[in-house]
């Protein structure tokens, strides 16, 4: 994994839109079917718009139905971090950028196969990076 990336809370208004910085630090939720990514099947990787940390292949994009991009799994262990989230009203397991904490969405267990795990994520938490364009540089 890339080395962690820890900015003041001003750094973060300075680098993220308004929209980023509510969800990826705020842990706020875009609205359904509103998300740039959603049914888009383009090949390449998507990474968090925070840092460029890789977090998700397009191979394991798929539709949900839910109105948010889901995956089937994250592209590596180092990926993403998983953690217990009980807002709401609702027991969820929160889903963050394990090199800067950004939150992305949540993960469900009722996704397609082969790891039956839906990835809900947010589309203004990620950017997505064509196949045979260089992934951001470890510093960004």
Known sequence: ???????????????????QYEVLR???????WTGCFLGTKDPGTYVCAACGNPL????????????WPSFTRPVG???VTEHADQSHGMRRVEVRCARCDGHLGHVFPDGSPPTGARYCMNSVALRHVADGEALPDAAT
């Open 26 to 32: 705020g842990h706020g939720t875009e609205h359904p």
């Open 77 to 79: 262990p180092d990926a």
């Open 1 to 19: 994994m890339r080395e962690k990336l820890v900015l003041s809370d001003a750094e973060w208004r300075a680098r993220l839109t308004p929209e």
């Open 56 to 67: 998700f292949r397009s191979g394991t994009k798929f539709e949900s139905g839910t109105g």
